[in-house]
């Protein structure tokens, strides 16, 4: 058992505060004066007035060493959702996440903020202005979503106002910006393949894409309004640029920014989705031979051609959120930030 002292409400921790949010999290808590200890599988880069932890969420015993005297949690670790690894989805997203709200309790944290995601609720199908009292997804589209819900079940049940235990869930959606490893990377990849010349579906989709500095915002807002008579308690709040956009328009602008041209052709979404799904199920069938990793994932097509945005009007009513980068800025400063990815670069 650790040692209790009494915590200060400026001494945080961000477990998975190497990632790409967790990062941006961390510069921002620095700037508004908290004291951040990171905790992580691996340590990315140093920041003055920053303690690196590094250790796996799953290891109770090296958690509670970053958690000391800590008062809040964030917790946005996460193994890449592209990763088709079932077990290790369970192991650190479901049991690793019961061993961090142990971990808390023993440390006498006071409060955790858990990074969700919007996709907990998405199914494969539309989604239009989609508020948090949606139910979970029955037959969820991954394993990552699949144990996203789980661990945003363990997370708000958790809450304890007798405890003095206090939780809340922030679910982003289509997390962009300078940095971001999965986003832009695998767009530009897959453009420098040649397989960026199609539109799935007839183009008019909306979807949320939003600012890593919002996301951030969002889980700086939620952290500070959390207290025991607030609304937050057990909740779960989506953050959004709050500015739905046609998938294929903003893919397009960030295409067209770094140098590539946008899809222009129209494929039937339908016939598309079938390829996807027959070349995951062959994917999969000849695992134990060869390894093969599909570009059109039934998941990606799924998030390219349906709609998918979703209202933060509780986040605006509870916690005064609104969205500090609109989309068009936040767009112009990650294609700038991205001179690597430029086509020829
Ligand atoms: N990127 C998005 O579009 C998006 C959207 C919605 C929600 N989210 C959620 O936001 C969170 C952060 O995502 P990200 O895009 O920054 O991902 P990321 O991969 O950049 O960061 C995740 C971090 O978690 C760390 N980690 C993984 N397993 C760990 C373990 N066992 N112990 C300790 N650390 C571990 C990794 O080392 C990494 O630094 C995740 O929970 C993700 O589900 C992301
Ligand atoms: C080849 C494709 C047709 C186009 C390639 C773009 C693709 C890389 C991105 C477009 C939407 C993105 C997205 C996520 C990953 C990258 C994309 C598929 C996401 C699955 C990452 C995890 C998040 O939690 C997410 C589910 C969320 O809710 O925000 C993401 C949804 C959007």
Redesign the pocket.
Known sequence: MATRTRPSSKRCAV????????RHLVERLVDRGYTVNV????Q?YELPGVMFHQ????DRQALLLALKEVSVVFH??????ASDDRALFQR?NID?TRTVIQACHEAGVQKLIL?????VVFEGTDIKNGREDLPYAKKPIDY?TET?IVQEKLVLEACSKEKGFLTVAI??????GPR????VPILVDTARRGKMKFIIGDGSNLVDFTYVENVVHGHILAAEHLKADSPLCGQAYHITNDEPVRFWDFMSQILEGLGYSAPRYHLPYTLVYGIALLLWLMALVLRPLIRIKPTFTPMRVALAGTHHYYSCARAKKDMGYQPLVPLQEAIVRTVESYPHLRKGA
Do not use: M, N
């Open positions: 477990i998975g505060g190497s990632g790409f949010l967790g905790f992580d599988i691996r990315a250790g796996d969420l799953c946005c670790a996460s193994p890449a959702p650190v690793g990074t969700s995601s919007a996709s990552y996203k679910r982003p959606h289509g997390i962009f971001d490893p999965q986003l």
